[in-house]
């Protein structure tokens, strides 16, 4: 992980811009969750995202998530609530009994086992099925096919399911598209609310297709640390 070097100011600035750019692509700004990914970077990304207004924070490893905790500010639930703390990388069962104080929505709940260790350690809590729409091997979620088992099994354990999430094909927001508006279609054939679809790159097509969130990293704080300490 590596500081975020960017000003409160900066930040504040790309999250306007971000905001325009939902707005261009025809929804209204205030009813898309803006979830900043701060994957990469340390805990200043955090305290940098807060201080410019942003509450939503999406993290993809267990560790790194468990990181930026702020030690100073867990409660007596032994949760740190300065942020909304989303989970939104491959997630081991192992890894979520240490998560379970703070994840405020799990966003990438791709099997019934993970789910029942979910309602276990986190009763009642709210998920979101990641579905592979571009049924690419590399990715992670559901099959689509599967998804409607999914959500029932996750609702019969008494998770919230409150949507569906997913990442969308390489190859730029043309290549994208089609897996947003298959997200789309499963959501409103199951009659869950929330499509967490749309990244830095792809923001535009996932609002188009009818996005509630977007999870952004690059376009607010910057190029990142890769894991391995390659950076991108
Ligand atoms: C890294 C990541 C993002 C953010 O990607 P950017 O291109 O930096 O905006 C969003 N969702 C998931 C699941 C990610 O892993």
Not at 16 to 28: P, S, T
Not at 82 to 110: C, F, Y
Request: hydrophobic share 45%.
């Amino acid at each position: 992980m590596i500081a975020c070097t960017a000003s409160v100011t900066e930040v504040a600035e790309r999250a306007a811009a971000v905001r325009r750019r939902i707005e261009a692509a025809g929804a209204d700004p205030t009813a898309v969750t803006l979830v900043a990914v701060t994957k990469g970077f340390d805990r200043s990304a955090v305290d940098l995202a807060l201080a410019a207004g942003l509450v939503d924070m999406g993290e993809n490893y267990a560790q790194e998530l468990l990181a930026k905790v702020d030690p100073a500010k867990v409660d007596a639930a032994k949760a740190d609530p300065s942020a909304r703390w989303h989970a939104i990388g491959r997630l081991q069962r192992n890894k979520v009994r240490a998560l379970a104080p703070h994840v405020a929505l799990w966003q990438s709940v791709d099997r019934p086992e993970l789910g029942a260790e979910i309602a276990r350690r986190a009763p009642g809590a709210s998920v979101l099925v990641q579905v592979n729409v571009s049924d690419e091997p590399q990715k992670g979620g559901c099959r689509p096919e599967a998804t409607a088992g999914l959500v029932g099994a996750l609702a019969a354990e008494g998770l919230a399911v409150r949507g569906l999430m997913a990442v969308a094909a390489d190859g730029g927001p043309g290549a994208a598209r089609p897996g947003f508006r298959r997200l789309r279609r499963l959501a409103d054939d199951l009659g869950v609310v929330e499509r967490s679809m749309g990244m830095s790159a792809d923001l535009e097509a996932a609002v188009a297709e009818g996005a509630t969130m977007v999870r952004v990293g690059t376009a607010l704080f910057g190029p990142r640390a890769e894991r391995g300490g390659m950076r991108k």
